[in-house]
């Protein structure tokens, strides 16, 4: 279907369409590139693959410019310089948005691993260092390339203000990546 022929090959491909088994209309939601990119968003999926990511995504319209896999690889959905993702309104303009292959914590559905880790009463996926190394890496050239301070790295849970997201969540290492981004 459209989400195999997209991981096919057609990442970056900001066009790429199709319909699912019951004739829904699948793409993923973006806007060409206006304005100047002043932040980037870090997401995680909230499912165990890409694949079913990239389905949710279509499904609803929306889209990241970046997912990053659990053992390391990099897939790019859209290009940051062309177009605008939708992945955290209503700032969309103005970020790039960066998600991790993570299905978050344990719910109903969801069992955790031994692995995970308990922080506030909730038990986490954690973030696999060859995800994390590919992250600080693609962090690196982002925020250099864009000119993006530190303290415009935001989590999903905290941007846009108000929002009831909780991703990356607290598994994720957000100081000890920012000072391997910012060497601080």
Known sequence: GAIDAFLAGQAGMASQKGTDEEG????LGHS?????????????????????????????HLSYHFFIERDGKLLQLLDPDKYVAFHAPPRNFESIGV???????????IKAKPEWV???GLRWQEYPMPQLQTYVSLMKKLVQKHNIPR?????????????????????????????????G
């Open 24 to 27: 829904n209309e699948l793409y």
């Open 32 to 60: 060409p590139r206006k304005a100047k990119i002043k932040r980037i968003i870090v997401h995680y999926t909230a499912s165990w693959n890409s694949k079913g990511a990239i389905r949710t995504l279509m499904k609803k």
């Open 99 to 109: 998600s991790f292959v993570n299905v978050g914590y344990e719910r109903s559905g």
């Open 118 to 120: 308990t922080k506030g």
């Open 151 to 183: 303290t415009e790295i935001h989590p999903h849970s905290l941007w846009p203000p108000g929002t009831t997201k909780q991703d990356p969540g607290p598994a994720f290492p957000m100081e000890q990546t920012l000072n391997s981004i910012y060497g």
